[in-house]
């Protein structure tokens, strides 16, 4: 997971650099592509060191990530986690598209069954007052928009 | 004189604070901060990143007193499920979980209960009066502070943060300090109007929502890390009623005093923070207790209670202390206040006072109605609290993903910054899965305009002078050399874990 991270910030940092050269004029110093450009620089460095030194240290090997992704424990946060993350991506996605009480109401039944377990009926009364309430204590105490 | 007037500018604020629309905001800000705080797996920093948006749309005065009584509600409230479950609510209260849950155990916890109230009241009280001593003081020295001093101040800001929150890596937080730089930089540039980083996607042209990227950091992150934590603690009842003991405070006023000293410097310092405050102060007063006191730490000590608690209240005021002077945050949660200030069209730092005349007062005022208030909050909803420490966390967490849903759109009623919170919350995921600290990129996302803006104005200020006339300015080369030491120490802590 590490590997994977550090290598996006690596890639990442090298095509800010990329970029920031485009924003570069004379003078340079007072240009607005020269800060971006040290920090992508910065990144690029640091990063590919963390790299390097994980990699001689032998953090990263084909056997270590085998053994981490099989591991049942972490099977199951991966599987936990991504789960989630399919759910409430889809969820921030249609909330605009649907409405906020729509795609609420659809995210908590969908999540509390299958995080929580609950039974159908405090699923749906949870899903109900949370979708309902909620936007109308919002609306109503801080004068606020529903998307 | 300064101060004199400081103190007279804040008594007069009060008027202007205690009205009923104020007063009930602050006491729902201290309910639900203190609540929340309570809740494991909900920090202080998630509570004030959901309701930013939220408090754009308050008259600015109300929504001041609203955020600073859930920051510090949200610090308190902490110690509440540690003393009741041995799970600190935030990590500000892992000392207090370390002495209040012997405590409760022995059928003491109400006493516990009472005695983190008494701490957690005075040392915000205390937080505060620091602030409002020290800060004219500062701003009398921050005159002599320039555009290039400015920029100085904000990358170490930004660095030391990346130093105390990493655990394993001093360079992965720097690492993130630096993504939240590299953030900060979409949207049009300041000076010269061009666009960077924006790929004609039209909100881009703005820059990234702060708001949206702590929400998704903060909120959205610490949901899925929550999901993943072990099952909840089981909550067995309150067995006597919250008591405070005047005698162990009496006996214990040393050990105040220093402790909400310790905890407002540390304040101070950026991305410091409370727990760090709590630690350093346990520590010390652990360090500095009799032998047979020596002996109930771990086992139930009152002094060890009071020591956090104390320390992280009064990291409150210390974490308000650089943002409001120079405009640097001692902390994520100053750092999200001052999101919220920057929607209300408030900028904080050295002009704050030609700005916003009588603002900081209002501050002050604020801050001093909030600790008497919590303490008599903190005793009405405490019960309440600890009621809701038996909800499971599986039923609660996928609950407030809405609130994040709405906090992020609030912020600019704009559709891009459920996105912009969708992409930060993944890539938080990530990164806290990878080791990388979350703090510093809130700091680099906050500071990275002031930097940047600051930096080249300074070099177009500097252009005919020569390299040794900006080396050699005073505060900017005590600045350096700070900047210096951090980088030394950070590598050597980073060459001595490797």
Avoid at chain 1, 17 to 34: F, H, K, M, N, W
Avoid at chain 2, 13 to 31: E, K, M, Q, R
Avoid at chain 2, 289 to 313: P, T, V
Avoid at chain 2, 421 to 450: E, K, R
Wanted: charged share 10%; aromatic share 10%; net charge positive.
């Amino acid at each position: 997971m590490s590997f994977v991270v550090q290598s996006i910030i690596l890639i990442a940092g090298l095509l800010i650099a990329v970029q920031s050269i485009y924003y570069l004029r004379e003078p340079i110093v007072t240009s607005p592509g020269i800060l971006p450009l040290v920090v992508a620089m910065a990144i690029v460095v640091i990063s590919g060191i963390l790299l390097v030194f994980d990699f001689l240290g032998g953090r990263y090997s084909i056997k270590h990530g085998y053994q981490w992704l099989t591991s049942a424990a972490n099977r199951a946060k991966i599987g936990r986690i991504s789960g989630w993350l399919g759910l409430a991506s889809a969820y921030a996605i249609t909330t605009p598209q649907i409405g906020f009480t729509w795609a609420t109401l659809a995210f908590l039944i969908i999540a509390l069954k299958i995080f929580a377990g609950l039974n159908w009926v405090r699923t749906m009364i949870y899903a109900a007052l949370v979708a309902t309430i909620v936007p109308l204590i919002f609306h109503y105490v801080f004068s606020a928009i529903i998307p | 004189m300064e101060t004199f007037q400081i103190l007279s500018g804040t008594a007069k604020a009060f008027p202007t604070l205690l009205t009923i629309d104020n007063l009930l905001y602050a006491v729902i800000g201290l309910s639900v901060g203190i609540t929340w705080g309570a809740i494991p797996a909900l920090s202080s920093t998630m509570a004030m990143a959901l309701l930013i948006g939220f408090s754009a749309a308050l008259e600015q005065h109300t929504a001041i007193i609203f955020l600073l009584a859930i920051y510090s509600g949200s610090v308190y409230g902490g110690s509440i499920s540690a003393i009741c479950t041995n799970i600190p609510g935030t990590p500000a209260a892992a000392c207090t979980a370390l002495e209040g849950y012997p405590l409760f155990r022995k059928g003491e916890g109400g006493r516990a209960l009472g005695i983190s109230i008494a701490a957690s009241t005075i040392g915000n009280l205390f937080g505060a009066l620091i602030l409002i001593l020290f800060t004219p003081f500062l701003l009398k020295l921050v005159l002599h502070v320039g555009a290039w001093e400015i920029s100085l101040l904000g990358l170490w800001g930004v660095m030391i943060s990346g130093s105390v929150t990493s655990q394993d890596s001093v360079a992965k937080g720097w690492l993130s300090g630096l993504i939240g730089l590299a953030l900060s930089f979409v949207g049009m540039d300041a000076i010269t109007g061009t666009p960077r980083f924006t790929y004609e996607i039209g909100f881009l042209y703005g820059g990234l929502n702060f708001v949206a990227i702590l929400i998704g950091v903060f909120g959205f992150a610490e949901i899925a890390r929550g999901l993943l934590m072990e099952n909840d603690a089981d909550v067995p009842p309150l067995e006597n009623r919250v008591t405070i003991s005047m005698t162990t405070l009496v006996k214990n006023w040393v050990n105040i005093l220093r402790s909400s000293s310790i905890g407002a410097i540390i304040g101070a310092i950026p991305a410091a923070g409370a727990d760090i405050a709590a630690f350093f102060s346990y520590s010390v007063s652990k360090r500095s207790a009799s032998s047979s006191e020596r002996e109930l730490f771990g086992k139930g000590s009152y002094r060890g209670i009071i020591a956090a608690e104390s320390a992280n209240n009064s990291s409150v005021g210390g974490s308000l202390l650089p943002l409001l002077v120079l405009g640097i945050p001692g902390s994520t949660v100053a750092a999200a206040f001052m999101g919220a200030m920057n929607l209300q069209g408030i900028h904080m730092g050295p002009m704050i006072q030609i700005s916003h005349p009588g603002l900081l007062e209002f501050i002050f005022a604020s801050l001093i109605t909030i600790s008497i208030l919590m303490g008599i909050i903190a005793l009405a909803v405490g019960k309440v609290a600890i009621a809701l420490l038996s909800v499971p966390r599986t039923v609660l967490l996928p609950c407030i993903l809405p609130i994040c849903v709405m906090g992020a759109f609030a912020a600019q009623n704009t559709v891009g910054d459920i996105y912009v919170m969708l992409i930060a919350g993944i890539a938080g995921i990530g990164l806290v899965a990878s080791g990388f600290p979350l703090a510093p990129i809130i700091m680099g996302v906050i500071l990275g305009p002031l930097v940047d803006l600051n930096f080249r104005r300074a070099m177009i200020i500097f252009q005919d002078a020569t390299f040794f006339d900006v080396l050699f300015r005073p505060i900017g080369l005590t600045l350096i050399l700070i900047i210096l030491v951090t980088l030394v120490t950070g590598l050597r802590r980073q060459i001595k874990i490797s």
